[in-house]
């Protein structure tokens, strides 16, 4: 079985330019999340989806992050502007189901890095 | 607010070993905890979960262990071996599959 894709894997820019992230959840997983990883730390949940609806994005920065999972299967996650502070790893992960017990698979994440 | 921690940054252990990494928390209502394995550049990968229900649970070659008096959590790992060296978090999953994690202890495992 697949696992979850994530591309690009690295990106460099500077900031306040705008940058974008894909991720292809595993086969039938109707759950998606991202989660930003900075460096030496645990994952923090941006956003979770169910299907192509939001569950929970509660610690995601609207003013400018923003994400969409229109048909309910793959992901993009942008940024616009990126500050210096956005430099983590961005993870993408997937589970089956959307409740507390179901596990979930993280992709391999990108790496972003603003200047 | 709401935490989860780990006691230390980074653990050097003897190839063959036993290894313990710690993690507290911080909320009662917490009821289901997993621990994972990261490593570089690679995305986390579960190990072993608990429920609060429970104060031991064994896989192969890992225990994890719940005391919910002091709301503290460890794993142990068992004739740690070389493919063992990764980053370890703990994290809490709340009922609607939000996962809260620790900072994460780095396992460095000597031949």
């Known amino acids: 079985e697949a696992g979850v894709a994530q591309s690009p894997r690295y990106k460099i820019i500077e900031k306040r330019q705008s940058v974008a992230f894909w991720c292809n959840p595993i086969?039938?997983?109707?759950?998606l999340y991202w989660y930003q990883q900075i460096l030496g730390q645990g994952p923090k949940l941006l956003i979770q989806?169910?299907?192509?609806?939001?569950?929970?994005d509660s610690q995601l920065p609207k003013d400018r992050f923003s994400a969409e999972r229109l048909k309910g299967v793959d992901s993009t996650l942008k940024i616009q502007p990126a500050k210096l502070e956005d430099s983590a790893v961005y993870l993408c992960?997937?589970?089956?189901?959307?409740?507390?017990?179901?596990?979930?698979?993280f992709g391999p994440g990108t790496r972003l890095t603003v200047t | 607010g709401e935490s989860v921690g780990l006691h230390l940054p980074t653990l050097s252990v003897q190839e063959g070993d036993n290894s313990i990494i710690n993690c507290a928390y911080s909320?009662?209502?917490?009821?289901?905890f997993i621990w994972y394995k990261q490593e570089s550049g690679k995305g986390p990968q579960f190990i072993i979960d608990?429920?609060?229900?429970?104060d031991k649970r064994q896989g192969q070659r890992v225990t994890v262990l719940l005391n919910k008096t002091v709301k503290h959590l460890s794993l142990q790992i068992a004739a740690t071996q070389p493919g063992d060296s990764a980053v370890y978090f703990c994290?809490?999953?709340?009922?609607?599959?939000?996962?809260?994690f620790g900072q994460g202890t780095e396992l460095s495992v000597k031949p």
């Open positions: 608990i429920r609060s229900n429970m």
């Open positions: 992960a997937s589970s089956s189901g959307g409740g507390g017990t179901y596990e979930q698979y």
């Open positions: 989806f169910q299907n192509n609806g939001v569950v929970d």
């Open positions: 909320n009662s209502a917490s009821d289901y």
């Open positions: 994290a809490d999953q709340r009922p609607g599959g939000k996962l809260i």
């Open positions: 086969s039938g997983h109707a759950t």
